[in-house]
């Protein structure tokens, strides 16, 4: 049996881990990470960048179908394209393994000692992992939990064969004829449409009275429209109950049931922290709810573990994961650092996309506040009509009795890549006019931002 100590060892090499150990190795701390799979976790292998490429593929192949169908008013027209998903798939691994063997490259380049294996705790000091060359023990004076999530399973509807979740979704080599998806919400519909895009008959079944229940009803109506557009049938306040020989049997909204005919059922009805298998039952870890309950700087209840990322709460998002790893690595180096953030905005890849920064107006009013509301609508942005697609908005959500920008949101077309600046006027304390005020370049979709702002204040310019 092996043994070695170090001053870090972290526990996963998801973006939450991996962040964590290069920050660690920059610092100069002795680090040590454990991964059983691949290094990068769930956002590089099986979560957001393969659903990217996944989703990029669809748009691509859906705009040349268009193109083919006498769609386009540019006056561009093209044969029918056809799709090879096995050729998708194996481009989608390309970029994986790229990014994979970037975070390995990283790792080594901060110094970062990889272990391969599955690490369970011995004690709050000690793990084991069993590697390929046998046991490994390994000392630590600090050890941060990274290890995650996992797709929800629905006991009726437990994963296997037609029943599968998003990692076997992004593996599919044929687009299946019919698919349900069972959970509207991110997942299930960053999917859907995007099988929808490659041929797929989709249906949606969601629980709630509303598709992405965790964003106002202004919000989601563009993606309602563009997913009722690509003829995507949404079931809402439905339910799964049961796989039959026909299909997927739900029960309705009016309480009745009805027979969904499925080559395969999509089942994205949530994430839940990946509590097994590292020895959680061993140590006196508190949980919040389900989750590893943390204080402000990612402490957990016991003294020198660390907990980050999904297996920590919501929002179960890897840039919230990858800035609880920076900052525990400079907490571990000595630092003052705690969790002291405005926002972590949030991006929602349907079609078209959504994104939200701070509060919605709902949950600023719910905080007792008077607030003053901006919107903006792309039908009135020449960069928007330039690119045939004007549904959405951009809205701004202020304080009213002195500007202070609360929340921001958007939804339309590539509106994902004004997050940062969202998040940013957020994190700097912003003011109405210090975003009408900023020179927003001519003609971007950002302008509406500028023009959200001047709408709150009573005299947008442009509409
Ligand atoms: P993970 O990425 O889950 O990594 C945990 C790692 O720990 C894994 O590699 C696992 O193998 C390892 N591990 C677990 N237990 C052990 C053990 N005992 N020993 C050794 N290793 C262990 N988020 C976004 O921000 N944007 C998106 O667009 C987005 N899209 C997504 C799309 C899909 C389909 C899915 C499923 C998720 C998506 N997410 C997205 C969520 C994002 O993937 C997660 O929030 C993020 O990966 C969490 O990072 P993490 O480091 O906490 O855990
Ligand atoms: P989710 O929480 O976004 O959506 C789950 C949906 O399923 C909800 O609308 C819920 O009401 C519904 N639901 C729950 N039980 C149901 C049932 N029995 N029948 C029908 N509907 C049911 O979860 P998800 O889509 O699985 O994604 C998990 C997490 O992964 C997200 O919360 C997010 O943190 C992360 N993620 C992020 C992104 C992104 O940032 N773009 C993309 C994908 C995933």
């Keep these: 049996m092996k043994e070695i100590s170090c001053k870090l060892l972290v526990i996963g090499a998801g973006p939450g881990g991996y962040v964590c150990a290069i920050r660690a190795g920059q610092l100069g701390i002795d680090t040590v990470i454990v991964e059983a799979k691949k290094p990068g976790g769930t956002c590089l292998t099986v979560g957001c960048i393969p659903s990217k490429a996944f989703i990029h593929a669809a748009e691509e192949f859906d705009k040349v179908r268009h193109f083919a169908n006498g769609g386009s008013a540019i006056g561009i027209s093209v044969e029918a394209p056809r799709l090879d998903l096995g050729k998708t798939v194996e481009w989608k691994d390309g970029i994986v393994g790229r990014l994979t063997g970037g975070v390995s490259a990283l790792l080594n380049k901060a110094r970062v000692k990889i272990v391969k294996g599955e690490a369970k705790f011995r004690d709050g000091k000690t793990i084991e992992v069993e590697t390929e060359t046998g046991t490994q023990i ?5 050890i941060v939990i990274a290890t995650g999530s996992e797709p929800v399973e629905i006991p009726a509807l437990p994963f296997g064969g037609t029943v599968i979740s998003s990692t076997e979704a992004l593996a599919l080599r044929e687009v299946p004829a019919k698919l349900v998806v069972v959970g509207g919400g991110y997942i299930g519909l960053e999917l ?3 099988f929808s895009k490659m041929g797929s008959a989709v249906t949606v ?3 709630t009275k509303q598709i992405l229940p965790l964003y ?14 690509l003829g995507i049938r949404v079931l809402t ?19 009745g049931s009805e027979t969904l005919p499925a080559d395969k059922v999509l089942v994205t009805v949530g994430r839940k922290p990946r509590m097994e298998g590292w020895g959680f039952d061993e140590l006196d870890l508190d949980r919040a709810g389900r989750f590893l309950r943390i204080d402000d700087r990612c402490r957990t209840s016991m003294r020198g573990i660390y907990a980050i990322g999904d297996v920590t709460g919501e929002p179960m998002l890897a840039h919230r994961a990858m800035a609880q790893g920076e900052m525990v690595a400079e ?3 000595g630092h003052k650092r705690s969790w002291d953030k405005r926002c972590i905005p949030a991006v929602c890849f ?21 607030i003053k509301i901006g919107q903006f609508p792309f039908s009135a942005n020449g960069r928007a009509m330039t690119t045939e697609n004007e549904d959405g908005f951009v809205r701004v959500v202020a304080r009213a009795d002195n500007h202070l920008v609360l929340g921001i949101q958007g939804v339309g077309q590539g509106v994902s890549e004004l997050s940062s600046a969202f998040a940013l006027a957020i994190e ?9 005020g900023t020179i927003h370049a001519h003609p971007t979709r950002s302008e509406g931002f500028q023009e959200a702002a001047l709408k709150a204040m009573g005299h947008a310019l442009h509409i």
């Design 138 to 142: 390994i000392r630590a004076e600090n």
């Design 192 to 194: 859907g449409i995007a």
């Design 205 to 207: 079944v969601e629980a």
């Design 216 to 229: 106002d009803a202004d919000l989601v109506r563009p993606v309602a429209k563009r997913l009722k557009e």
């Design 237 to 255: 306040n439905a339910s799964a109950k049961s796989l039959s020989d026909g299909g997927l049997v739900i029960q309705t909204a009016e309480g």
């Design 331 to 333: 907490i571990v180096a």
């Design 350 to 370: 349907t079609d078209p996309e959504i994104v939200s920064a701070g509060l919605l107006p709902d949950e600023a009013r719910g905080q007792g506040l008077e």
């Design 428 to 436: 700097m304390g912003a003011r109405l006019e210090d975003i009408a």
